[in-house]
């Protein structure tokens, strides 16, 4: 059976998954992952489907847009590649977080760094709304260290750029904050 | 994914609360060290120690850096010398406290426990010889502590043992008179003494222990104080048992933080984990205080009226939220109180808020006793043993834990000032009624006897 990845965005409001979830199942298909949030006032939805066998997709992605009645919510198609099943590469979760005043340019100067040590980012929130309160100026990435990457060296040069940009970065393993926290 | 604050607060107990791991501690046995020729007794030492202990320090500071959480100290305790080394004389004694010192040096711990004798019920050849020589061997190193426990629940208090142990604290003091009597901040009389403390001066490994055994001591009076402060920021009207619980969630998130990082340098090492001591334990740095969780609480000072009844509650929370997060927790866990290694605790001795007899009183529910205690130069061995004889009055009733780390600073006077240095720090001199003439009852010796186990009251 293929797969098709549905992404919609668009200003939030109630009803947008059962929406897009009334389409896929009248035509057929069946939802294998889905994965909303809320930035602000927008909202972002991406659902991984599995479609009936022999479904074309550019007919599948035409009775979908036709199906679909939501106004003002941008709506992306996409088949999936699914001969190669998904393997994580062997390494650690690590939990980087930096606090401290907004600038332009934050998220791309750490994940500039994370990105050229071959480190994947697995989750990023970030938040910036000014003020001295550190919950509302940070970043949080979780990021898969492959066991190939010296962390020592990629947390080294996190921690520099991040004293350059006046944050200050942790850099710790992920499970320190699941053993605090979940029980 | 964790929550926003979930992150922010583990962040923010690790980077601005002071939580640390503030030793692991690796156990020991050196029973099948054991020689009548004292040059291969301290070979065995060396060959046993190092081989376990070598690759400690940069495992404890490899975990340390993966959690983003400092270990503080790397320390080993040891089989009570006093049995091992039963052997030797006083002077042989000190030899062997000499040797452990180097090996401390060469595998880079901060302090090896052990240098201990166990007299609750009698002395022996061996522990005798190790009493006598207890303060020539912690002046003569820097690395090592020793502990006596002289009195139990089961065996009574040896008073014997006492005055011997008053008498090597003046003489340990008069050896180090030059640094306000050091040597004795570097030694505990105990009643009660736990096999499996992580926590100097008063770390052994009980006979009862694996061969090696990883047992680690979190803190963080600091956190605890922060999560009763935003508690009562917070606005809401707070009763005694909504702080209780407070603090137990609290205490229940530092242990965890101990656990794993105590199980992960169990196994790198390869040796078997022990367990999790729970203690709050002050450093004196801003922040990290226990006599600040008195204010936190509404007290003006530790010392003051009710500070018996919030302390008997922080201890008994910070154990409950300590045993729900380790299935092994061990040690001391409770709250410690030592005078000079709290910069509050030490202020309040100062302006006479905390005396001598209050410390006394709240030892009744802590889980140490009179620790870190700078006494007059001047008091007597007579009032020393009395002191000793007092706290571990209350351990053995009470079926607890008491210890006694009394200084008594050689040419000072109460209100002057004595320096230790270093996580010992430094306290006002406290007064205490010093016994004139001979006081009978701590001279009679002999053993009070084990209190009856019924008839509680």
């Known amino acids: ?183 | 994914m964790l929550s926003e604050s979930e992150l922010i607060s583990t962040v923010e107990m690790l980077k601005y609360e002071h939580l640390d791991v503030r030793t692991v501690t690796l156990g020991i046995n050196l029973f099948d060290c054991a020689s009548h020729d004292l040059e291969v007794f301290k070979a065995n030492l060396h060959k046993k120690i190092t081989r376990l202990a070598g690759p400690l320090v940069e495992t404890c500071n490899t975990i340390g850096d993966k959690y983003g959480i400092e270990v503080v100290n790397k320390r080993i305790s040891i089989s009570p010398i006093g049995v091992v080394a039963a052997p030797f004389n006083s002077a042989q004694m000190v030899e062997i406290a000499k040797t452990l010192n180097d090996i401390a040096v060469e595998v880079g711990v901060d302090f090896i426990g052990g240098f201990s004798a166990l007299v609750e019920k009698g002395i022996a050849n061996g522990d005798r010889a190790l009493i006598e020589a207890i303060p020539e061997a912690l002046t003569q190193t820097d690395r090592i502590c020793a502990s006596v426990n002289v009195g139990s629940t089961r065996a009574g208090i040896n008073m014997d043992a006492i005055l011997l142990m008053a008498n090597a604290i003046k003489r340990g003091a008069a050896l180090t008179a030059d640094k306000d009597g050091l040597a004795v901040a570097k030694l505990c009389v105990f009643c009660n003494i736990p096999q499996d403390v992580p926590f100097m001066a008063g770390a052994y490994l009980g006979t009862g222990e694996a061969d090696a055994v990883i047992n680690v001591g979190v803190s963080g009076p600091g956190v605890v104080k922060r999560a009763i402060d935003r508690a009562v920021e917070s606005g809401s009207s707070l009763g005694l048992g909504d702080i209780a619980e407070v603090i137990k969630r609290t205490a229940c998130k530092v242990t965890r933080v101990g656990e794993l990082i105590g199980r992960e340098v169990a196994q790198a090492l390869d040796i078997p984990f022990g367990v999790v001591d729970l203690s709050l334990a002050p450093t004196p740095t801003v922040g990290d205080s226990v006599g600040e969780i008195f204010q936190s609480m509404g007290l003006t000072s530790i010392g003051h009226p009710g500070s018996t009844a919030a302390l008997a509650m922080l201890n008994d929370a910070v154990k409950k939220g300590g045993a729900f997060a380790s299935s092994h927790v061990g040690g001391l866990s409770g709250a410690f109180i030592p005078v000079s290694e709290d910069l509050n605790i030490e202020e309040a001795c100062r302006n006479g808020s905390l005396n001598i007899e209050k410390l006394e009183a709240m030892t009744c529910v802590c889980s140490v006793g009179l620790d870190m205690v700078a006494i007059p130069g001047a008091t007597s061995e007579e009032t020393i043993a009395g002191i000793i004889a007092d706290e571990m009055a209350i351990g053995m009733i009470n079926n607890k834990t008491t210890a006694c780390r009394l200084i008594p600073v050689p040419g000072k006077a109460a209100g002057d000032n004595a320096h230790f240095g270093g996580l010992l720090g430094h306290a006002t001199i406290i007064d205490v009624k010093n016994c004139e003439g001979q006081n009978g009852f701590v001279r009679h010796g002999g053993r009070i006897p084990a209190p009856i186990h019924s008839l509680k009251n």
């Not at chain 1, 979908?64 to 106004?71: K, P, T």
């Open chain 1, 1 to 183: 059976m293929s797969k098709i990845i549905i992404t919609a965005i668009g200003k939030d409001r109630p009803g947008i998954v059962s929406s897009v979830a009334r389409v896929l199942f009248q035509l057929g298909c069946n939802i294998e992952n889905v994965s909303q949030t809320i930035l602000q006032s927008e909202f972002a939805g991406i659902y991984i489907v599995s479609v009936p066998d022999g479904t074309d997709f550019e007919t599948f992605s035409e009775q979908f847009r036709e199906a679909f009645g939501e106004v003002g919510l941008h709506v992306h198609i996409e088949s999936m590649e699914t001969e190669l099943p998904h393997v994580e590469p062997s390494g650690e979760h690590f939990i980087i977080t930096t606090i401290g005043p907004d600038s332009k340019g934050l998220v791309y100067d750490i994940s500039t760094v994370i990105a050229e040590a071959g480190v994947n980012i697995i989750n990023l929130t970030a938040v910036f709304e000014g003020g001295d309160n550190p919950e509302k100026n940070i970043m949080v990435y979780e990021v898969l260290v492959p066991d190939s990457v010296d962390r020592h060296i990629l947390s080294g040069t996190l921690k520099e750029k991040a004293a350059s940009l006046k944050l200050a970065l942790t850099f710790q393993h992920k499970n320190i904050f699941d053993t605090v926290n979940r029980i």
